[in-house]
C-alpha cells in the first residue's frame, strides 16, 4: 500500500484541523446578533441573523409602518414577531438573492429596546416610537 510521508502526514492534519476550526469560527461569529434585513419587496425583518451555513433569521419580527390612529399625519412603526403569526415559525430561513442589505442594530435602537423588554400587545404586536420622536 502506499504511504505518504510523515511530513505530508501532518501537513494534512493540520490544514483539516485549520478547517474544522475556520467552520467553528464561522458559525459562532454568525449566530446571536439582532440585525435588520431589507428585502426586495420592500418589508423590513428584525431578529437574530446567522449568515453561515445559510442566511437564517430566528425570533425574527416584521417591522411594518402604519398610520397613527390618533394623528394620521404621523407614522407608526409595529414589530410584529413571527410566532404569533397564524403560520408560526421559530426560524426563518432568507433567500439571499431577494435581500438588499442586512446589518447588526444598534444597542440604542428603539426595535432591539422592544424586543428586548417584549411589551406586546395582546395580538403580538409593538408599537414602537417614531425615530424622530422624543
Given at each position: 500500500m502506499f504511504k505518504l510521508p510523515m511530513a505530508?502526514?501532518?501537513?494534512?492534519?493540520?490544514?483539516?484541523v485549520a478547517i474544522i476550526l475556520f467552520g467553528f469560527w464561522a458559525y459562532s461569529a454568525s449566530q446571536g446578533q439582532y440585525s435588520v434585513v431589507y428585502?426586495?419587496?420592500?418589508e423590513i425583518y428584525i431578529g437574530k441573523l446567522a449568515t453561515f451555513p445559510r442566511l437564517t433569521l430566528t425570533e425574527a419580527h416584521a417591522l411594518i409602518t402604519a398610520k397613527d390612529v390618533n394623528d394620521p399625519t404621523k407614522a407608526v412603526f409595529r414589530m410584529n414577531p413571527f410566532s404569533?403569526?397564524?403560520?408560526?415559525?421559530?426560524?426563518v430561513y432568507l433567500?439571499?438573492?431577494?435581500?438588499?442589505?442586512?446589518?447588526?442594530l444598534l444597542e440604542t435602537?428603539?426595535?432591539?429596546?422592544?424586543i428586548i423588554d417584549k411589551n406586546l400587545s395582546p395580538e403580538g404586536e409593538?408599537?414602537?416610537p417614531a425615530a424622530n420622536s422624543k
Open positions: 505530508k502526514q501532518l501537513g494534512g492534519f493540520v490544514v483539516l428585502a426586495t419587496s420592500g404569533s403569526a397564524v403560520w408560526a415559525t421559530d426560524k433567500n439571499p438573492e431577494q435581500v438588499i442589505f442586512y446589518g447588526p435602537s428603539a426595535a432591539l429596546k422592544g409593538q408599537v414602537l
